[in-house]
């Protein structure tokens, strides 16, 4: 039985999936359009009517948000700056696991360390000194200098993008997209005074197949 597997079984050394403190986004992009305006007045049959063009635009960016959010899918790049805590021991090879990733991959933008200066300064360490390891979605650091801040909480921080999915461009997941913006334009309010019902095959049935599993 798993449960009953000790630590000297196991040949691998063991890792924390959660060795990240704090996570924040820092960047979205809230300008280019995933559902085109064709696209969502013909699901709509709003033909030839461009009058409601801005609000269709704003329906549309939540409609992306939302579908990236629910599937922790990277449809354009979203940028986050990641914190992990004190050091276990400094020039030593280091994991720093990476919270959110891409089927299409990451781009690691800096790792960098708060100095030991009175007033610290975060400081980048060179490309040469550390790689992605995608089979483990985090970046290994050949070594942080002795100079990195003891005292602070989270004194090393990575900041990286998520690469656009493959997965965005799919018609089952555009199709769901197309849906869930037309419940929103045709529900501008929270509240009902009669008794909504979901559709079977509606929104939620589309994506699960795309939700990636939590072990």
Known sequence: ?????????????????????????????????????????????????ESQDAYLESLELATRFAIEDYLGLTIFPVTYRVYYGQLQGFNTNMALDLPEISEAGITIESVAYYTNDPTPALTPLATSAYFYDPTGNRVIVSAFPNETNAIMANPIVVQYSTNPSFLAQYPVIKQAGLMLLTHIYNNRSNSTATQLHEIPFGVAQLLRPYKPLVM
């Open 1 to 49: 039985m798993a449960d009953n597997i000790t630590a000297s079984q196991v040949p691998a050394q063991t890792r924390n999936p959660f060795s990240y403190e704090k996570i924040e986004q820092v960047d979205r992009d809230i300008v280019t359009q995933w559902l085109t305006l064709d696209e969502i007045t013909n699901q709509l049959n709003l033909f030839q009517d």
